[in-house]
């Protein structure tokens, strides 16, 4: 059991998220590497200073390099905006040191392909943030497909919807400013993840992405509020994935639906300890979509609790998160998602962009 | 209160729906006009006979023109497959007998087009029978929508799926065959009337149709399984569709989902007792979808059961069908759906199925 | 295929919901049995004139007594409050016709034991309205329990619980006078019927009922607006019953959980075309309560529709109850439940009430 | 920020879920005081040494007193079996340290009271593991009920269900022998606790309890798998609760409905995130129970995530719990729930006990 020093930049919602998981995880999962709080960087000193103490690492800093640079730090997480993920995972790579990265992958396709290159060409073990496909009832609904539980995927339908933004005089933020921070740079990764994940790859799509409020509070929005695709996976299967800010009354709508040949799983994230599996099997009549509770039968439940139905939450992803990052980094080699399969997540964005534009059909460029 | 001789054509399944459906009605609904079943058309005499003995027709025929030339026939309901829709609208419409007429209207837009043309030439009173939409559910959330309860619709999610030809093995019957009888025909019209009813008029639309099992039991397979729609409603509002037969688990998958600015609707007709609604109002806290069970307090429920919860079926929505029909035909005037509201439905199938063909958004033309 | 003249007595709630019952029979289920609706009776003439009227009936009475007596009155039916149905069932008997008597069997035990004598002795086809249980997915129920499907049962939770008398201004009407409109003679049979035919007799009971509201727009209340019973059934297994009108929220809560060593069941009525199993087989991570649509593979469901998870309403229950009668009359024969099954009921109604009054366990007077 | 250091006694089940918490608890609430893994304990040296290892404690021992005892521990969570609690309490107590002690409070009524005159005597502070009533939607029923959001409550429905003891042929362990491992001592104090806490105190019972499986693989069972109780409030309203292990399909039916004349509220724990509440007003036609997810405008979310309907699990309940302790510990003045709380539990089992061997309604003895 050796101790890891971690460096978080960033101590906002996922900075906190992180700095939580990491003083968790190895009492959940009796972890070899046993993690150390040691700097968290964010863009003030004071603001750093007050993350430290709030958080419990020992130190702090206004200025990322430093965190990257000392040698107390042996892993970094990138918690802070895409616009500066590119620069941080540079440093980290050219010190070879293991860098998780919040998604998306930097604010762009050409962001994310640097990423990569930096960290492969450095060795560096790297991971990116997608936590909701980690929990117990998404591990397992990708166990069962891919055990063929449900037979040849005929239908796939995704979305993403939550409704920070639906009303209309919410002011003109951050939020409404840029690809990165739009619905297809900020909420569309996670469910095009979760299909990729669940299916396979996609070869094609066909976009429509808009912006709902164009101005708010008078200001005009500049990125989008939500977007559509319909896609074909590589397999044959035929699909669908819808996004939203502006979802009202979605709050978590992370939900899929799969069809196969031979039964078929529903999922939503608003009630994440259950997933739904319809089997073709059995009598007619005693035929039905079952809700199956998670519990210590499914994947990296039981270290949370012994009793089914008890039930692991967001916070907990995160530490599974924890978890794998660890354990790649024990091992030395990385752990999915890795950087390159959150760049394929940005390519299928870019692949909705150009379709959209161009209002056709666009293949999506792989690598 | 006046009798009325019913002539129904076909007993099948939706034969004897209405069947039943004029048996009922009366009572149900205190109808000025009363039916009475006065004669049964089917495919041979012998079958006829059989329905009339079975739902109650006072005489039947092998032949529906000796049906639609009766003069104790004063209406006609036309629930025979779709290839027979065109020619028998023709004869009712020559007599100026109010004629309703099962979904889709013919096979195509072009029988579509003819059996308008006829009916309003003669100025037969017509209907077309898009039922789904007429649960007390389903009228409630076309009101909410109107009045504005939910605000300015920002999207629309529909689906029709069900299962029945899910299973590969499921030999290549006639519903194998002709694109009246495959998804886009046969399911796909119910669905876009509901969102042309709960929504408005849709401009253009982009899709994509398939077959999910090209043959069956060796046997070819001509027409589609599945088939998805990206639409533009022409008061802005972005929606999908989603069709399919294949959709292992589902049963009666008519399901729709409407956000609006300030709330939202979600409808599963397998639980069509249930409306649920969002309303951006109140306390953040205490905001959440409530399961609106139907009762005397929603449309058409109360003629069916003076409590609430009780709940109305699948026959009940033919009742309702029924009672309007009878109400178009006292009043002299055709009730919404009619025969150019289907036509609507059909412009809107063509138009997706130009679109697969074309990998291209159509703009769908009305009328 | 033989006509029956059928007459009503009551043309309310139940009195419209038997009338169109009758309408529809024949041609739901193809009956050998043909009704006809041919008299209605009522507390005056021209009420009883106006049901018929909107109804369908051939003639009507002000007077009860003429219905019974009519030649052309073949079968009776009984919905009309619980202070007439022992002296109309006394008539009917006396003239060996068949009788169906909504429930509750008269007033009290007594009056329920008066006319099982009547109907008994005059051998006289009759059968009680607990119309409920007849529903696919319960008659279902009753089956899988039956044959073993959930293993021994070990536990029955039932409720009935309405909230149309919730609200403590509503005004004190007949429903707020006598027993036999109170919450224990008016909702509870239902669900007591429910207990006795999923799992079996009850031998002894201990309940508790109250008054919640005790006086009503200043006028006192004479009956009661809760209770609640635990009991033992015979075959050993732990039992609880609940009823309430002030229910504040629920609509039509006809509820049962059945727990057996091998799986077990849910139902709540409001959704009453799903029934929830669990089977303790398969994998572990497998298990769920599965929510089972009805649909032609379950009891009685074909008929009204082809398609499964399109569903069935309160006005098909009575369509159902009215094939069996009509089955009954034809066979010579009463079927279940008949009016010593209605008394069953009553003797456990009886029971709850000497427990509450002794607040001790009571056995059940059987017979 | 000053250290505090916990010793915690049990690395089991409950040992565990305390460990992670208090390694979570500073970051996740900023809590003033800070924690340090400084001790634990177990039944052996090993077992105990290989929990310091895994969850991170500095030390450990196989013998409770020397924790208790030791002067850097200073607070005490008893994670250890029932028959543990008394002697462990007076120990921690005669010096005065803070005490938490997992549900229930010892093996009985006996050992109850003395614990808690060994903390009130001691002034020591101390906290019972009631950690379900602490998720945000449980947190948020009870402010609801307490404000008069649903009326006068009329009704309490209560369940605690699990099914891990379900299976006939479940071994006979220790859970089988034993008051205080049985179904009424384990499972029952949970929800007991929430019915005190949502609805005020019971004045009286009448319950009834029993073993369902009375051998388990040929050996004896000596303790309960399933007991109800009717129970009466003293602010008038009734209610009823259940307990079972042998609940088939149910993981973690921790239940409750609260009726109210104004309102109703319904929680499922096996469903955490979503609390249902139905209000007696607005228009009838769009009243309903809605399904509220918890989120940051609920008590105790917004630490976990600021994201509404990301959704908190079991274990940050026990994080909640950990807050609680501290800021009870850091004010000298202990929080709900005291030992005296837990007690009150206990007597109400207690009274249930009585109730069930005299087969009468029983008076609660208080205090
Ligand atoms: N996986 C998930 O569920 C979620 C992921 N995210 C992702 O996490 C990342 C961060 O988002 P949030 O935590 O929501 O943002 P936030 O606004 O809550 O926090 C951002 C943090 O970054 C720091 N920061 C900004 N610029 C910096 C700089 N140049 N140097 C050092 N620190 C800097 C700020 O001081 C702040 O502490 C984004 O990539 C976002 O897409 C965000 C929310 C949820
Ligand atoms: N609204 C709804 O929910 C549904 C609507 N439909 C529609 O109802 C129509 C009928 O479909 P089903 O009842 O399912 O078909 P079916 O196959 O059950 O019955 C068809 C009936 O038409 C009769 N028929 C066929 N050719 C005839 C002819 N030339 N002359 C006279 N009778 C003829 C047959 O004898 C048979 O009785 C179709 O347009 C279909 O799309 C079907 C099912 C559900
Ligand atoms: N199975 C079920 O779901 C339900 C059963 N019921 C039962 O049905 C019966 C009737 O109740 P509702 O229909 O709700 O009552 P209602 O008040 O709606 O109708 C009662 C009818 O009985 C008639 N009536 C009263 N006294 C009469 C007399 N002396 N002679 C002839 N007619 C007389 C009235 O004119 C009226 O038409 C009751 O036994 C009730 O418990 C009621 C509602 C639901
Ligand atoms: N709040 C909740 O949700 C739950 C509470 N509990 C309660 O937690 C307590 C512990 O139960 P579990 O964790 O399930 O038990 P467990 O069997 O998982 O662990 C018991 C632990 O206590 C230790 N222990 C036993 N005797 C000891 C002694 N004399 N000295 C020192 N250590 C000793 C054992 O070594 C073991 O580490 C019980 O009071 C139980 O009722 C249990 C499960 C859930």
């Known amino acids: 059991m050796a101790e890891i020093g971690i460096g978080i930049i960033g101590g906002g919602y996922m900075g906190k998220a992180h700095a939580v998981a990491f003083s968790a995880v190895g009492a959940v999962f009796d972890t070899t590497l046993r993690p150390r709080l040691e700097m968290v960087a964010a863009s003030t000193e004071s603001s750093a200073a007050s993350y430290a103490k709030s958080y419990g690492f ?30 941080i995972t540079r440093a980290a790579a050219a010190l070879g040191k293991p860098v998780f990265c919040e998604k998306p992958l930097g604010r762009s396709v050409e962001d994310g392909k640097e990423m990569v290159q930096a960290v492969e060409a450095a060795r560096a073990v790297n991971m990116i943030g997608f936590n909701y496909i980690r929990t117990p009832a998404s591990q397992y609904a990708r166990a069962l497909i891919a055990e063929g539980e449900i037979g040849d995927i005929t239908w796939f339908r995704g979305e993403h919807t939550e409704d920070f933004y639906a009303d209309p005089d919410a002011p003109a933020t951050w939020r409404a400013q ?16 979760a299909a990729l994940a669940l299916i396979g790859p996609i070869g094609s799509v066909m976009a429509e992405i808009e912006t709902v409020h164009k101005t708010r509070g008078g200001a005009p929005v500049t990125n989008d509020d939500q977007g559509q695709i319909m896609c074909r996976f590589t397999n044959g299967a035929m699909g669908h994935l819808f996004f939203s800010r502006t ?46 509770l998670t519990g210590p039968a499914h994947p990296d439940y039981e270290p949370f609790c012994q009793g089914p139905g008890h039930g692991t939450g967001y916070q907990d992803q995160i530490i599974i998160e924890a978890r794998d990052f660890l354990a790649a980094i024990e091992a030395g080699k990385s752990r999915w998602p890795t950087f390159r399969d959150g760049l394929e997540v940005s390519n299928i964005v870019e692949a909705a962009r150009r379709s959209h534009a161009a209002r056709a059909w666009q293949d999506v460029n792989h690598g």
Chains 1, 2, 3, 4 share one sequence.
């Open 178 to 193: 840029g690809d990165s921070n739009g619905c297809m740079g900020d909420l569309a990764p996670h469910m095009i993840n």
């Open 247 to 292: 979802a009202t009354g979605r709050k978590m709508g992370y939900i899929y639906e799969v069809t196969g040949t031979r039964g078929a799983i529903r999922f939503d994230q608003e009630d994440q300890n259950a997933l739904w599996l319809y089997k073709a099997e059995g009598p007619e009549a005693q035929r039905g979509f079952r809700k199956i």
């Open 58 to 87: 020992a130190r702090s800093t206004g200025d990322w390099r430093v965190l990257v640079a000392d040698a107390d730090v042996q892993a970094i997480v990138i918690a802070s905006p895409p616009e500066t993920h590119l620069e």
